[in-house]
């Protein structure tokens, strides 16, 4: 063995295991909407996942440019868009409504753009918890702008400057809620999705994702102490959304995106480990993992996303939602209104039937869970695994081994076993094509040692290493 | 020497790259359109025959039983690799201008966007369906674009975009483009694209899917 393999080694072995050993959530029954172990409450008073569900309301610019002389065209549409939904929370008896101000790359390239929407923003929820008694916060996720270098320098690129900038001048500014949808290892992902390559993936999510996730939850996490703010979480959109829209166009097997979004629980994780408290983000869809393990609250996306892009999981994705969000939608007119007034509607009536059900007691929840779950359980293997009794299945596999590696595999693994159960009952049903990815994938999975440094070294001949810098992840 | 022809489109058809790839697993040791490429080659099967009624014809069935969704991309991709490892042998034909590929096609994601998922796929299915292209990969001037037709004047341009605040420097791209080269024909795709929208920025085709832009590839290239 050479020396600089030695190293590496030693290097790996630093890695901290996995912090969780056991499920916050044990019981399915309890892993239940509105309701976490570990609730959040908001400057304003929102009490997530403290028995309610509040409507989280994801926007984004119609088609424009963002320049110097657009610039007070996007303040207006963020103006208009909070304007326009907060309204409508007021007549619809809302309880409380989050904003997440998703950014732009221009808006985080000069942070001093998105600074001020979270100010504009901010200042019409103040005005309306002071007149309105409404309570809202806003979710301040930048976006990562560390992925338009290739290969991305995830350590020591220029651009990870403005982003923090960003964080920590809108976390002032109002945007209470720290988030992001981080990139790190999407590098190698991105090709893997499209071959169907699940070792490349639990690589890229399991020893890249999980290394830059550290490193950059350190620091949100501190910006977020350091001026009381909420650090959120960080969710597998790049990954786990990307792979399920792929499966919806027929490109990828939606087992395989099945897995994908279980592998990606090992990378999410790591915010909480850092210290985020929730709530967790949407798009990734692994936040009821999140949820049974940590038991912090989260935020999950269904039917009311279809503005952004197609899914199976319209209803179960409810069934643990303590945030019911709707992805992002353009603000353009509708019949009805702006799109964001409508959707904030849409979500306002969903989370109203399951704070009714909250309300009413126990048995109405769950028989309210229970339609949500059934009405998609069997309809698509993504759907299968998000069922409550699969969740605590899965998150107990993704916690029983020593290293991130070992328990993204033994997720998916586990995933595979639920889905060929559910096929053998008969009540899912996959074309020979789906099904004929099972015994590839499953072979592939078992080859993947528990030791990350023996995954390391038997990966890293097989990957293109000029697409991404081992040392940007501390390797 | 058709027999050679067939087994170069069965290769590239199955994803087989040369007798070393594992993959398809029925073909394990025979050899792959690699080596048949250059046998083929070596016994004076003629280059532009490897091409159109071999590797051409094998990626247009492949395509077909993508769009029919009887196969994932995978295994397109993998039939991409195979039609790759005969085209290294044919760039010396291509090069001296014995073999002549349907045209070229410059590509990219417009500046600002990052997203390429959509426009790799394009690259590849139309790579295979015979033309040069050209990939200039994510967040690409309008200069970038001008800098490649300079090269490839009679090349077509695709810009692909997925973001509302991205998909309008496509129509910048294109004045770009078309203020020194009147001419060029420009496609647009990606998610918040539509027809009328591509009419509105003086696109020649706006393509749905890459077998639609395909098709109208084919038919200018006529």
Redesign the interface.
């Known amino acids: 063995m050479n020396k600089s393999l030695i190293l590496l080694k030693i290097l790996i072995t630093l890695i901290v295991d996995m912090k969780y050993k056991n499920l916050v959530i044990t019981n399915p029954s309890e892993l239940i909407f509105g309701q976490a172990p570990h609730p959040v409450e908001t400057r304003r008073g929102l009490k997530i996942g403290g028995g309610q569900v509040y409507a989280e309301l994801n926007f984004?610019?119609?088609?424009?440019?963002?320049n110097n002389d657009t610039l007070p065209d996007v303040y207006r549409h963020y103006r208009e868009i909070a304007e326009g939904a907060l309204t409508r929370a007021v007549e619809l008896n809302s309880q409380g409504v989050v904003l997440e101000l998703e950014t732009?790359?221009?808006m985080t390239k000069t942070p001093q753009i998105g600074i001020e929407i979270v100010k504009i923003m901010n200042g019409i929820c103040e005005d309306f918890y002071q007149k309105h008694g409404l309570k809202s916060e806003i979710r301040l996720t930048p976006n990562d702008l560390r992925?338009?270098e290739?290969p991305a320098k995830q350590r020591t690129s220029a651009l990870l400057d403005p982003m923090l900038e960003l964080f920590e001048k809108g976390a002032l500014a109002g945007g209470d809620l720290l988030s992001i949808e981080s990139t790190g290892g999407k590098e190698v992902s991105?090709e893997a999705?499209?071959?169907?390559d699940i070792k490349t993936i639990v690589f890229a999510l399991s020893v890249l994702g999980v290394r830059d996730m550290r490193f950059l939850w350190k620091k949100i996490k501190a910006v977020a102490d350091k001026n009381g703010k909420i650090a959120g979480g960080d969710t597998a959109c790049g990954f786990a959304n990307?792979a399920m829209v792929?499966a919806e166009q027929?490109?990828?097997?939606r087992v395989f995106a099945a897995l994908v979004r279980v592998i990606s629980v090992v990378r999410s994780i790591v915010a909480i480990e850092e210290g985020a408290t929730g709530p967790h983000k949407d798009c990734g869809y692994e936040g009821v993992f999140i949820k049974a393990i940590t038991g912090i609250p989260i935020s999950m996306e269904g039917k009311t996303a279809a503005c952004a892009h197609l899914s199976p999981l319209g209803n179960i994705a409810a069934a643990a939602a303590d945030l019911w969000s709707n992805e992002s939608v353009?603000n353009i007119k509708l019949l009805a209104g702006m799109a964001p007034t409508v959707y904030l509607e849409q979500l306002e009536y969903d989370v109203r039937l399951m704070n009714e059900a909250l309300k009413a007691g126990k048995l109405e929840t769950r028989i309210l869970q229970k339609l949500l779950v059934d009405s998609d359980i069997y309809t698509d293997p993504q759907a299968l695994i998000l069922a409550p009794e699969n969740v605590i299945r899965i998150s107990n596999a993704l916690i029983k081994g020593d290293t991130y590696v070992a328990n993204a595999r033994n997720g998916a693994l586990e995933a595979i076993d639920i889905i060929e159960e559910a096929l053998q009952s008969g009540k899912l049903k996959l074309s020979d094509?789906e099904t004929g990815y099972l015994p590839v994938l499953r072979d592939d999975l078992n080859s993947i040692p528990d030791k990350e440094s023996d995954f390391i070294e038997t990966m890293l001949p097989m990957l293109d290493q000029s697409k991404f810098i081992l040392s940007e992840y501390g390797l | 020497m058709s027999n050679l022809i067939e087994e170069i489109a069965l290769c590239v058809e199955s994803g087989k790259v040369n007798a070393a790839s594992p993959y398809p697993p029925n073909m394990k040791g025979q050899p792959g359109s690699d080596e048949l490429t250059k046998q083929a080659l070596e016994e004076g099967v003629s280059p532009d025959d490897i091409l159109n009624k071999s590797l051409v014809v094998a990626m247009n069935k492949v395509g077909q039983q993508y769009s029919e969704n009887k196969i994932f991309v995978p295994q397109m991709l993998l039939a991409a690799k195979a039609m790759a490892a005969s085209m290294q042998h044919l760039k010396p034909f291509f090069q001296s201008g014995e073999v002549k590929r349907k045209g070229t096609f410059i590509m990219g994601t417009v500046f600002g966007d990052l997203h390429d998922i959509g426009k790799n796929l394009c690259c590849m299915m139309i790579e295979g369906a015979g033309w040069e292209v050209i990939d200039l990969g994510v967040d690409v001037q309008a200069e970038k674009f001008i800098n490649e037709l300079n090269k490839h004047p009679n090349a077509v341009v695709g810009l692909s975009a997925l973001l509302t605040t991205t998909m309008v420097n496509m129509g910048v791209i294109i004045s770009s483009i078309r203020e020194k080269y009147p001419k060029a024909k420009v496609a647009v795709g990606g998610a918040p694209v539509n027809l009328d929208f591509a009419k509105q920025i003086n696109a020649d085709q706006y393509g749905k899917n890459p077998q639609e832009l395909i098709g109208w590839l084919d038919k200018i290239a006529v």
Request: net charge negative.
């Open positions: 984004t610019l119609p088609m424009m440019s963002i732009l790359l221009e992925e338009f290739r991105d999705l499209l071959m169907c990307t792929l027929k490109c990828i097997p353009q094509l």
